[in-house]
């Protein structure tokens, strides 16, 4: 009896250690908080390290190491794998949304007798950001919340047609790391070939769409103007046609042609719909027998020949 119950404890500890084998390593995370510091991603030539980010992101890479790193992004997920020692390095990641900024600091070493993989890394938001301009951010959560909520603070925000304009501006002019992230705003499509000769057509001046955003329900979309006169220009919203809720120029006014300061941006805020639905038709000279019938416009013509004779 007992070599019985000896055996039948040997086969299930050998089967307790068969399933053991079977089971997958898991591989820590190492989390990264964003506080707008930025974050240390060291590497080791010949292996790859996994950056979640959760977001679609644009990396910007410098070209000193293009050849040496290789960068690829999927799902959130982005892929680092240096060829070669880097030294310390700065990448910037956009997020494609928001415009937000992350900066990682990367260098790579040769990999050392018996050094582990690097574990993947996770960033994660540190506090959490103000929803508007002028808010300011909100604290954690805390169990007197509830009590709180119940008297509803007044709003205290930025209006979104100033928010879109400042946003539009400092993407077309300000260096992109100064770019301050607004959530919910997003980029737009334009239409190709928008036809804008009706946007100022007191003054002789050449537009041309350049980009646009949205946030809620009203678009912004950036206008490039250039002088095409020989004398210097000065520019009045009020001279602008279409259904604009807001209209900011760069500049207040255009020198002549050729000059340097000949060409400025004028940011059109719409509500409800973009630019295109917000312009003039174009008008074309009227010809009244267009739209006659064909005997009254043969008649028409008849008489004025005999009225010439």
Not at 221 to 229: D, F, Q, W
Request: proline residues 9%; neutral net charge.
């Amino acid at each position: 009896m007992k070599s019985l119950v000896k055996r039948s404890s040997a086969a299930a500890l050998a089967g307790l250690l068969l399933c053991l084998a079977f089971v997958p390593a898991v591989h820590a995370v190492e989390i990264l908080r964003w506080e707008r510091l930025p974050l240390a991603v060291p590497l080791v030539v010949g292996q790859e390290r996994v950056v979640f980010i959760e977001r679609n992101v644009r990396i910007g890479v410098p070209p000193t190491v293009g050849e040496q790193l290789r960068v690829q992004s999927a799902g959130g997920a982005i892929y680092l794998r240096a060829n070669a020692p880097i030294l310390p390095t700065r990448l910037q990641l956009q997020d494609v949304e928001s415009g937000a900024l992350i900066l990682l600091d990367i260098a790579a070493e040769p990999a050392k007798a018996g050094q582990p993989a690097l574990e993947p890394v996770r960033i994660v938001e540190g506090d959490v950001p103000a929803t508007r301009y002028g808010e300011p951010a909100k604290p954690a959560a805390t169990a007197d919340d509830d009590a709180e909520r119940t008297a509803p603070a007044a709003k205290q925000a930025t209006p979104v047609a100033v928010v879109l304009t400042r946003y539009a501006a400092q993407n077309l002019y300000a260096p992109l790391r100064t770019v301050e992230p607004v959530p919910g705003i997003g980029r737009v499509n334009l239409r190709r070939g928008l036809e804008l000769s009706t946007l100022l057509p007191t003054l002789p001046v050449h537009a041309q769409a350049l980009a646009a955003w949205r946030l809620e329900d009203q678009w912004v979309t950036a206008v490039k103007l250039t002088n095409i006169s020989a004398r210097g220009l000065d520019l009045d919203p009020r001279a602008l046609q279409g259904d604009f809720l807001a209209a900011t120029f760069q500049h207040p006014s255009l020198a002549p042609a050729g000059r340097a300061a000949d060409t400025t941006v004028v940011y059109l805020v719409t509500r409800g719909h973009g630019l295109a639905e917000s312009l003039l038709p174009k008008l074309s000279p009227i010809d009244a027998t267009v739209n006659l019938p064909p005997a009254a416009a043969a008649g028409q013509a008849e008489g004025g020949a005999r009225h010439e004779k």
